[in-house]
């Protein structure tokens, strides 16, 4: 059997080898590391393919392919959403990603990015805070205490310093679930009884729960002002959280316009809807807070450039270690051209 060479061996980071690497880097530390590969690509974000997802709906849930390339690298994520699923014992969330070397077309990397895409998406909210939250923040109401909670919570200790978490769920299971596993991490933690009771003395109310409607979890009397919200769980057409009325209010940021104004809270609102995107406050050219009684908004549905940095870390970090196997995944016959016979060679 003719053995594959290296250049056509892709590095597959499975779940057992991402939990490994997180303990081995530190998870605050990771997602600081990875907060600083997404502002990096936030910074050159003009020189990115950018489209929004490629979405496939069904009555109960969303599939989607996520797809960038700088130019040098090409990345894509699958990604499911299925608010039912925890129901049946699944994640709500799951993902993999792919990045490839845009000169040859070839993979350099296979990874799981479920427990990836919940650390991208927290250090990207906890990047969007420091430019965004009121100064000096350091206590949140989290409300929704799902899969992404505990990231999120964590993201804005490492990130900007959050001192006090304050959650809610309508499911008081997830709360204490949340609860349980922040103990020891050096952050207060509040369980709450009701979201009112959560946003008491909050700057930033992060709101991440999952169902497919247009819900309030955040109704417009419960935000006053200088708030900041951190707006993770209106990810789709037809599943929002906040009442428009608290957009109107507020100076709201996104990450994609086109794709966000189908996905986003802002879908509640017409469609010239102002909104200021996150790179030009990262690059300097708009502002971000702009005083202490402003409302400021981001509205993540989470895009595939956050993703593609995700994934351009765990290529650098992996370098050297043994977090990662190789894959027999692309063919690769002695003559580029002669598939055919490295197929009938096999027989023999
Ligand atoms: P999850 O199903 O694990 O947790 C969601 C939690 O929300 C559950 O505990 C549920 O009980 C709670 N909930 C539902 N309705 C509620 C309500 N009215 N009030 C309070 N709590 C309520 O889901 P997850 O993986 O934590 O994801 C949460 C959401 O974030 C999903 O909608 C997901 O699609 C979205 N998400 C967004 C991004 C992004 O980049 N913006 C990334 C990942 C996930």
């Given at each position: ?131 965004l939250?009121p ?90 002002s200088g708030v900041h ?21 507020s100076d ?37 807070r702009s005083g202490d009684r402003q409302i400021t ?52």
């Amino acid at each position: 059997m003719t053995q594959p060479s290296d250049k056509a061996l892709v590095p597959f980071v499975s779940v057992d080898n991402m939990m490994r690497l997180i303990h081995h880097v530190g998870i605050e530390q990771m997602l600081q590391d990875l907060a600083g590969y997404v502002e990096e690509d936030f910074k050159r974000w003009e020189l990115f393919d950018k489209t929004p997802r490629v979405a496939s709906h069904s009555d109960v849930g969303v599939i989607e392919l996520m797809p960038t390339s700088d130019g040098e690298a090409y990345g894509f994520k699958y990604v499911n959403g299925h608010p039912k699923n925890t129901t049946e014992g699944l994640q709500t969330v799951t993902a993999f990603g792919l990045l490839a070397d845009v000169y040859t077309g070839y993979p350099v990397l296979l990874t799981e990015m479920t427990i990836l895409t919940a650390l991208r998406t927290a250090a990207t909210s906890a990047m969007a805070a420091k430019y965004l939250a009121p100064k000096g923040a350091d206590t949140m109401a989290m409300i929704g205490n799902g899969a992404q909670s505990e990231f999120q919570t964590l993201a804005m200790k490492a990130i900007i310093g959050l001192k006090s978490v304050r959650l809610y769920d309508t499911d008081s299971a997830a709360t204490e679930k949340c609860a349980r596993n922040l103990q020891g991490l050096g952050i207060e933690v509040v369980s709450c009884k009701t979201p009112e009771e959560a946003i008491e003395g909050a700057q930033i109310l992060t709101t991440c729960t999952a169902d497919k409607q247009y819900a309030t979890i955040l109704t417009d009397n419960m935000v006053g002002s200088g708030v900041h919200i951190n707006a993770i769980g209106g990810d789709c057409p037809g599943k929002t959280e906040l009442a428009a009325g608290i957009l109107s209010r507020s100076d709201v940021f996104v990450e994609y316009p086109p794709q966000t104004r189908i996905e986003g809270e802002i879908q509640q609102m017409p469609e010239d809807f102002a909104v200021t995107e996150l790179w030009e406050v990262i690059t300097g050219q708009k502002q971000g807070r702009s005083g202490d009684r402003q409302i400021t908004l981001f509205d993540s549905v989470g895009f595939a450039i956050e993703d593609f940095s995700a994934l351009r870390y765990i290529r650098d970090r992996i370098k050297g270690t043994d977090y990662f196997i190789d894959l027999d995944m692309l063919a690769d016959p002695d003559d580029p051209r002669d598939l055919f016979g490295m197929l009938q060679r096999a027989k023999a």
